[in-house]
């Protein structure tokens, strides 16, 4: 069964902006809400998604081993990659939602990095990216490895965190929350927006 987002988390859904910046804090549900917000878009749009994780040993401990075999319905799932941590789902034809892929290219994946090692990376074209704990992400790798593999795709990017200091993810924080890019925007919440709590 598929989650039902929490007020907050819809206004994100609901969203059209390509970058989103996501200064949640504690207990707010970010890596749930990246792993179904990912899956949503990988079965709406055919292609290829990444969860990225500062380190591999977090991507594998944190999403491989807690989440991602256990919150994707077994009907979607067409191929587990314990090597890889890669799921790939079944083709999904959908009348009631418009959603119809084509089986005559390959079926949507989900994927976990490492920014840890983000150069072995390079090359790769992905139609979304979602930074999990961006604040302690390398600060070039977006920029230097990340942002290119989104421009034949035009894909979208989202980085969620809690605060560490004036870094990188304050910057992008801030240029969400100022309107002076129409593809930027930010949301800020606390524990205390996660109704579950």
Do not use: C
Request: aromatic share 14%; net charge neutral; charged share 25%.
């Amino acid at each position: 069964m598929l989650y039902s987002p929490h007020p907050k988390q819809l206004e994100v859904h609901n969203s059209p902006d390509r970058f989103k910046v996501l200064n949640w804090g504690r207990r707010t549900g970010k890596s749930m809400f990246a792993l179904e917000y990912t899956l949503y878009e990988a079965l709406r749009r055919q292609g290829r998604y990444w969860i990225v994780l500062p380190t591999y040993k977090q991507a594998k401990d944190i999403y491989w081993k807690q989440y991602i075999k256990t919150l994707i319905p077994k009907e979607l799932i067409k191929d587990i990659n314990n090597v890889d941590l890669s799921i790939t789902l079944n083709y999904i034809e959908d009348e009631v939602n418009g959603i119809k892929h084509d089986t005559k290219k390959p079926n949507s994946t989900i994927e976990l990095k490492g920014s840890d090692d983000a150069d072995k990376l390079r090359g790769t074209q992905v139609m979304g990216l979602v930074f999990d704990e961006y604040a302690y992400h390398d600060a070039d790798a977006w920029k230097l490895v990340f942002e290119p593999m989104l421009l034949t795709t035009k894909g979208w990017a989202m980085f969620i965190s809690t605060p560490s200091g004036r870094n990188h993810f304050y910057d992008w924080f801030q240029l969400g929350k100022s309107g002076t890019d129409s593809e930027w925007k930010a949301w800020h919440f606390t524990t205390a927006d996660n109704e579950t709590i």
